[in-house]
Structure formats: C-alpha cells, structure tokens
Nanobody, 126 residues
Framework: QVQLVESGGGLVQPGGSLRLSCAAS????????MGWFRQVPGKERDFVAA????????DYADSVKGRFTISRDNAKNTVFLQMDSLKSEDTAVYYC???????????????????WGQGTQVTVSS
C-alpha cells in the first residue's frame, strides 16, 4: 500500500508560481514512476506531468511544457511539481499518483496509476 499526501496548493495571481509537494508512505517509492494530474468539475482527469523512478526521464502535457517542472527526492519519498507562469486555465484540483510497484517508467494515462492522493486545489485568479 502507498499513501500519498499533496500540499502546496492555493490562490495565486496569473503569472505567479506555486510548488506542489506529494509525500509518499512506504518503502517502494523509489521503484515507482510518479505522476501529476489535474481535474476541473465536470471534466475528466487530465495528465500534467510524470517522472521515472530515478528522475532521469520526465514527460509533460503540451499545455504545461516550459512552465511546469516535475522532480523527485527518493531519499525523502517526495515528488514535486514546480509551476511557473501560471494561467487562469491552470485552475484545477491537482492529484499526485503512483504507478504499481516495479513500474519504473511513466504513463500519461490515469489508468496507469494505482494510488492517488486526495488532491490539492490550485486557483489562478486576479
């Protein structure tokens, strides 16, 4: 079992920055790829970014490329999402997700992830 707890969401003005964190329980964190997704009411959960088990490989949705950066610290069982140049369309609930144990490379599909956090709200508004 893996438990994921997100933090760092909040209200920010357009053009601003936020850094989301996702703390994971369990001893198998470093063997799993991790991802971030986001969802607005009435819509499907969308892929944002993902990172391989070692951090050497990353993947981003086109809408966030060049603005968001995913990283991880395996010693601290934590994955991060640095969000810069935020836009109003980035407003959503952001979810951290973990792939099954041993799945070292990322997926951009929600079905590729077994464990989910509770989500953290990000609101971009002036």
């Amino acid at each position: 079992q893996v438990q994921l707890v997100e933090s760092g969401g909040g209200l920010v003005q357009p053009g601003g920055s936020l850094r989301l964190s996702c703390a994971a329980s369990g001893r198998t964190f470093s063997s799993r790829a991790m991802g971030w997704f986001r969802q607005v009411p009435g819509k499907e959960r969308d892929f944002v970014a993902a990172i391989s088990w070692s951090g050497s490989s990353t993947d981003y949705a086109d809408s966030v490329k060049g603005r968001f950066t995913i990283s991880r610290d395996n010693a601290k069982n934590t994955v991060f999402l640095q969000m810069d140049s935020l836009k109003s369309e980035d407003t959503a609930v952001y979810y951290c997700a973990a792939r099954p144990g041993g799945y070292r490379y990322s997926s951009n599909r929600p079905a590729g992830y077994d464990y989910w956090g509770q989500g953290t709200q990000v609101t971009v508004s002036s």
